[in-house]
């Protein structure tokens, strides 16, 4: 439901004064079916691993609700139909985004996990393409504009999944997962990534706004929001306890809803695209014109006036609406 969310919101940051509902509900479904798919294959990958974790052990593969079989078709199934779905609805680039990110995270993430800490890392990139996937699917490119809110995703990801790999980290060995608290008995070199990564979203909220994305309250109430995050992740960093960790946690959870809702609340619409439509009409409207004025001097000069009519000047109509438009007398009456 987060990646939903996150790609709902990318389409209307990339949406302009209108928003396409139908396809924003299309983009969603879409999202979700691929998530759903690379969720499935996840859980097909770590059987074994989730059966012996308390927090996942009763998930349907582990509990021996469904079989691998099953498991498997359903996410075939749908990570087809939720691809195809983007690419019909929406457009190629938003399904290729899709595609790419569900192999990102069943083929690369998933086996990394049991692997190197650095898949932290490479799921904060997962993480962050919903945002970009739904931008694209409502403006049909990727721009910088686009990476404000990945990059918000990116950040926040870690000290939310380094927090809960903390108090989380005897369960995590148990599963034969790696992560970075694992090597990291003091726990310091986890509590600084945290406190890193919240700094790098302090300057997200200005850009925003320097940008023109977004009015400049979003700069101060992001800029305030992320302070108070920032705040629980130093606390960690100065004390790095179970308690802490989880307060840190609490925090990362409340601020990327609230910081969503600060971002399309104080969006201001994409209107490049409608100016260049605006341009281009007018560039047209220009030369049609001008072709023909020309086709009218051509025939003037070739002196079949009793068919040409000189076209009525905007300049002697414009001014005075209220005059009758000129008469013309064929030279033959």
């Not at 700069?219 to 840190?248: P, Y």
């Not at 001008?290 to 070739?302: A, G, I, Q, V």
Request: proline share 6%.
């Amino acid at each position: 439901m987060l990646v939903v969310a996150t790609s709902g919101a990318g389409f209307v940051l990339g949406s302009g004064h209108v928003i396409d509902l139908a396809a924003l509900c299309c983009t969603c479904a879409g999202t979700m079916m691929v998530a759903a798919s690379a969720s499935s294959l996840n859980q097909v990958f770590e059987v074994q691993n989730d059966a012996r974790m308390k927090r996942t052990r009763q998930r349907p593969l582990p509990s021996g609700r469904i079989s691998v079989p099953h498991a498997v078709t359903r996410a075939t199934t749908i990570g087809i139909a939720g691809t195809s779905l983007l690419a019909w609805k929406a457009n190629y680039l938003a399904a290729g985004l899709a595609a790419c990110n569900l192999g990102l995270y069943a083929f690369i993430y998933t086996p990394l996990k049991q692997i190197h800490p650095v898949n932290t890392w490479v799921g904060a990139i997962v993480g962050a393409i919903p945002p970009l996937l739904g931008w694209a699917a409502a403006s049909g490119e990727v721009s910088l504009n686009a990476m404000i809110l990945p990059a918000a995703l990116y950040f926040w990801q870690l000290p939310h999944f380094m927090a809960l790999a903390y108090f989380c980290r005897n369960d995590y060995i148990v599963g034969g997962f790696r992560m970075l608290s694992f090597s990291d008995a003091s726990g310091r070199r986890t509590a600084l990534v945290s406190f890193r990564n919240c700094l790098y979203l302090l300057p997200l909220g200005f850009l925003a706004y320097d940008w023109g994305i977004t009015s400049k309250w979003f700069a101060l109430e992001s800029s305030l929001l992320t302070l108070c995050m920032t705040a629980a992740a130093l606390s960690f960093v100065q004390d790095r306890s179970t308690k802490n960790a989880r307060r840190m946690f609490h925090a990362s959870l409340l601020y990327l809803p609230v910081f969503m809702a600060g971002f399309l609340l104080h969006r201001l619409p994409k209107v490049e695209a409608d100016e260049e439509l605006l341009v281009s009409e007018t560039q047209e409207f220009i030369s049609d014109k001008t072709h023909k004025s020309s086709s009218w001097r051509r025939e003037l000069k070739n002196g079949d006036q009793s068919q040409v009519r000189p076209p009525v000047a905007f300049a002697s109509v414009a001014p005075f609406p209220f005059l009758p438009a000129p008469l013309y007398v064929s030279p033959d009456s």
